[in-house]
């Protein structure tokens, strides 16, 4: 199978299931912009931008012609799978999730990373770790699929392993 993705791509999945690595190799192989939405959405200090405030940035960032966006925020959801071409949802088993998320804490425990908003440093945290684990495979998964349903008209990818996801890799076409 070969997948034929636009110049809007949205990519979606627990925490630590890997929006940010896929994003910059879909960023990298299609030459489009990445934006990690986890970085427009906190300020420093984990402090969250306002919900009229963040529905307006959203909106502005999905009018551009070209962007692959990184991150889940049920509240934009529907817009954002509305407006992409493609939309990839790495749907992996919670505790694969889990461990990675544990990784990641590990190497960037006290530094921000990358992807993540200046002065947001990477932290443990047991309610982040309960929301792996429970809240977003019971409420947020639930949430994806229903939008998913619901705006059947762009490219849907739904993939369920690693391996899985180094076929897609392989089998990627651009379509402008």
Same mark, same amino acid.
């Given at each position: 199978?070969?997948?034929? /993705?636009?110049? +809007?791509?949205?990519?979606? !999945? ?12 879909? !960023? ?5 912009? %990445? ?9 420093? !200090? ?33 817009? &954002?799978?509305?407006? $992409?071409?493609?939309? %990839?949802?790495?749907?992996?088993? &919670? ?13 960037? /425990?006290?530094?921000? +990373? ?13 309610? @982040? ?5 429970? !809240? ?8 994806? /699929?229903?939008?998913? $349903? ?11 392993? +690693? $391996?899985? /996801?180094?076929? @897609? ?8």
């Amino acid at each position: 199978m070969s997948y034929k /993705l636009g110049n +809007r791509i949205i990519i979606i !999945g627990n925490s630590g299931s890997g929006k940010t690595t896929l994003s910059y190799k879909l !960023g990298e192989l299609l030459k489009l912009p %990445v934006i990690h939405l986890d970085k427009e959405y906190w300020k420093k !200090g984990w402090v969250k931008t306002p919900k009229e405030e963040w529905d307006e940035k959203v909106r502005k960032i999905i009018s551009e012609p070209e962007w692959i966006l990184d991150g889940n925020f049920n509240s934009t959801l529907e817009i &954002r799978i509305n407006r $992409a071409d493609t939309v %990839v949802f790495l749907d992996y088993n &919670r505790f694969l999730c889990l461990l990675d998320v544990i990784k990641r804490i590990i190497k960037h /425990l006290g530094k921000t +990373r990358p992807d993540m908003a200046e002065g947001c440093p990477e932290k443990f945290d047991f309610t @982040f770790i309960k929301w792996v684990l429970w !809240g977003f495979p019971v409420k947020s998964r639930r949430n994806i /699929l229903k939008c998913l $349903a619901k705006y059947n008209e762009n490219e849907q990818i739904i993939i369920k392993s +690693r $391996a899985e /996801l180094k076929k @897609f890799l392989t089998t990627l076409t651009h379509t402008e």
